[in-house]
């Protein structure tokens, strides 16, 4: 990858704010797409600066035999949270819906809807921030697209990005292939995110202390396929949370699956949080946990695997798969009962007392 | 987690239920039909499910899920007099998260945000006060709900507004009280509850006279109960043990927070601010009188009531809703007509429906009785084996 010609990169005037000007496709427009964006993203299929990726054919087939394609887009406020932000959200979103499925994730697109006043410097972290993230996926951002509205016609900043990955033979996660005995694996504490967006809107008077779980996924899928290819289903429980994947698992495959409480690994900040609240930290979200359903013979060695690796060290197995009662699951709370857990309804909205 | 885990011992709770299977012989009417006990705070029931510990308890009992919910049974009338009062120009209206989605006869106030009004959630009148002074522009209006539990904090919070003359600050004021609710269901002729688990953070305002009255003249026992799943269990223990000698009495499981004669300072502000209102409209229940309080001539200036024409229309509940009935633990919340089928969270026709501490939300969305049921007796259910992990 060749680095744009130095001389021409310029740090924003201090201060300096999103105009429609930016929007107009003139020359304001390609001096910010040169010096904001191709500039710090550092591709050579950006740098040519046409309207298009051109990706070669054979970078696809050495790999696998499918492609898969996703597409998310990203309105969070705050903009900058504990753990992350949008412009890592954005990738890792992305990123992470391909992994799941078993892809490969390897090219990014990044469409920005900038606000009127939008400062460019933020701007700027804003989209290193989605140069590192790539960089620590092993994704490149190859074609973009920034669109400018009047103030107040969006909030700051919006953010879409759409990936390509590709899919190796004989690996096929999907939710049907989930059967009685698979056991239920998560990669680490869950809520994690919900909890530090809560906090980070500074509505509650907290202390500010959950940190986001914003990371790719992509490098521990790879080890776990890799230990099993098998694997029956994946899905990074992200709006909705845990509780939302187990649901939609359940329903896919006819089945029930059992959780144990006590087995859910949960970061005791964010258990504070929800207890504060009167929140479920499973229907929170995540932006860097998985769920996966793996064959029983296999779930050691998967469970091993990932501990060993950076992104899944608390992982734990906390449920098992059952025939009945069909599309249902069952969670045996920590105070030895149990209860259904169904979909929510709207979000979790905290309780009066 | 410290103060939190204490509470939620399963060893602990393994015995409370042995023991209460084993004094229930010793109850007469346990011989004969379920026994009936009533939590009346939605606060509880949510534990209860959160927990599931209604699977826990022998079969022998039954608790019947109270009008304790705030939320619930705020007639849809009362919603529209919010949404009218929210979508007035120039209004911020500020209210708890759960009172968002509770549906009006038109909307709810999740709506009306969406249709432009100003609604935001706070998580205390004192956020909304806050915003009153930030938005000196802007008149700001409280959504004051719930019992005697969050009287105090609107209490506290209309005084400190008065102190700083903030202006453009009022309440609407929905707030009511527990004991003309709990003698209207006592004083129901197809009434048949056994006794009372006792809401421990009402309690912990008003203390534990005024409960007394239910022991001494309808002689059905009384447990205040907190909020932790032991302390619903040791609740249900001491009435168990109560009805197993023949005792009838108010008994406090939550002295760590109740005191005997509650606490003086939120008392003295909510008689300071509030009166009773002659009669409140419940969702569910009908009118009820001296069930709700409003506020005092001397801070009318912070009663949204008075301070801007509010349409104070009574919507009649749906017929076919049975809330009244399963309030009452005359029939079960699936038991109801349309549970389920034209009454959903998504789509709640009845006040039990409508939040996540309705008693019946809370079985649509917990548990499939059917099959939640059946373990009931085979308390060990299904239990998987983690391996070595």
Not at chain 1, 65 to 72: H, K, S, V
């Amino acid at each position: 990858m060749s680095r744009p010609d130095a001389t021409r990169l310029r740090a924003a005037k201090p201060g300096a704010r999103i105009t429609l000007a930016h929007g107009s496709g003139g020359k304001a427009m390609r001096d910010l797409v040169e010096n904001v964006l191709v500039s710090h993203l550092v591709d050579p299929e950006l740098s040519r600066m046409d309207d298009q990726a051109r990706l070669d054919l054979a970078e696809f087939t050495a790999r696998g035999d499918r492609l898969a394609m996703t597409t998310d887009s990203f309105v969070v406020d705050p903009l900058f949270f504990r753990g992350g932000d949008i412009g890592k959200l954005a990738v890792c979103g992305t990123v992470n819906d391909l992994a799941v499925g078993g892809a490969t994730p390897l090219f990014l697109t990044c469409s920005l809807i900038l606000e009127e006043g939008l400062e460019i410097a933020l701007l700027e972290s804003v989209v290193a921030s989605i140069r590192d993230t790539a960089t620590t996926a092993g994704v490149r951002v190859v074609t973009g697209d920034t669109k400018v509205v009047a103030r107040g016609q969006a909030d700051k900043l919006f953010i879409n990005t759409a990936g390509v990955g590709v899919i190796a033979p004989g690996v096929d996660p999907r939710a049907k292939r989930i059967r009685a005995g698979d056991r239920v694996i998560v990669n680490g504490p869950v809520g994690d995110h919900g909890a530090a967006i809560a906090d980070a809107r500074g509505e509650l008077g907290t202390e500010h202390d959950i940190a986001s779980d914003c990371r790719p996924l992509n490098h521990l899928v790879d080890v776990m396929l890799k230990t099993c290819s098998d694997i029956r289903a994946m899905r990074d429980a992200t709006r909705g949370g845990v509780a939302t994947v187990l649901g939609e698992f359940a329903e896919s495959a006819g089945a029930c699956i059992r959780i144990d409480e006590a087995a859910v690994p949960l970061r005791d900040n964010v258990r504070g949080l929800c207890e504060l609240l009167g929140l479920d930290p499973l229907y929170l979200a995540n932006e860097g946990t998985l769920v996966a359903v793996v064959p029983p013979d296999a779930a050691q060695a998967v469970l091993a695997a990932m501990r060993r690796h950076e992104d899944g060290r608390e992982s734990a197995i906390v449920g098992e798969v059952f025939d009945a009662p069909r599309g249902r699951v069952i969670l045996e709370t920590r105070f030895g009962g149990e209860r259904i857990v169904d979909r929510l309804v709207g979000e979790q909205l905290p309780r009066i007392c | 987690m410290k103060y939190v885990d204490e509470f939620r011992d399963p060893a602990i709770a393994r015995q409370l239920i042995r023991e209460i299977r084993e004094s229930l012989p010793r109850i007469d009417v346990a011989r004969q039909r379920p026994l009936q006990l009533m939590e009346f705070c939605g606060g509880h029931t949510h534990t209860i499910f959160r927990y599931g510990i209604e699977q826990m308890l022998p079969g022998a009992i039954e608790l019947v899920h109270g009008p304790g919910c705030p939320v619930c049974v705020l007639p849809m009338g009362r919603v529209d007099d919010c949404v009218a009062l929210a979508e007035r120009p120039g209004v911020i209206f500020t209210t708890f998260g759960d009172a968002m989605r509770v549906p009006g006869s038109k909307k709810s106030l999740l709506q009306a945000r969406a249709d432009g009004a100003d609604v935001r959630m706070v998580y205390s009148p004192m956020d909304a006060l806050g915003l009153a002074r930030d938005n000196p522009d802007r008149q700001v209006i409280f959504f004051a709900l719930g019992f005697e539990t969050t009287m105090p904090s609107t209490a506290l919070t209309v005084l400190a507004a008065e102190r700083e003359d903030i202006e453009n600050f009022s309440i609407f004021c929905n707030h009511i009280t527990t004991v003309p609710t709990i003698k209207a269901i006592l004083d129901s002729p197809d009434m048949q509850l056994d006794g009372f688990v006792a809401p421990g953070h009402v309690s912990m305002v008003v203390g534990e006279r005024p409960f007394q009255f239910i022991a001494k003249d309808y002689g059905k026992p009384i447990v205040i109960s907190g909020f932790e799943p032991l302390d619903i269990l040791q609740g249900v223990w001491m009435l168990v043990k109560q009805l197993a000698d023949k005792r009838c009495e108010v008994e406090n499981q939550y002295a760590r927070v109740v005191r005997p004669a509650g606490n003086s300072a939120g008392l003295d502000a909510i008689h300071r601010v509030y009166e009773l209102r002659e009669f409140f409209e419940w969702r569910g229940l009908g009118s009820i009188d001296h069930s709700g309080v409003r506020i005092r001539d001397a801070y009318a200036r912070f009663d949204a009531e008075r301070k801007f024409s509010v349409p104070n229309l009574r919507i009649a509940d749906p017929r076919a809703c049975q809330c009244g009935e399963v309030l009452k633990g005359v029939i079960r919340p699936w038991q109801c007509k349309v549970f389920g089928g034209a009454c959903t969270p998504e789509t709640p026709m009845g006040a039990l429906m409508v939040s996540s501490e309705g008693a019946c939300a809370a079985y649509y969305n917990f548990g499939n009785l059917d099959e939640l049921l059946q373990r009931r007796d085979s308390p060990d259910g299904v239990r998987f084996d983690r391996g070595s992990t």
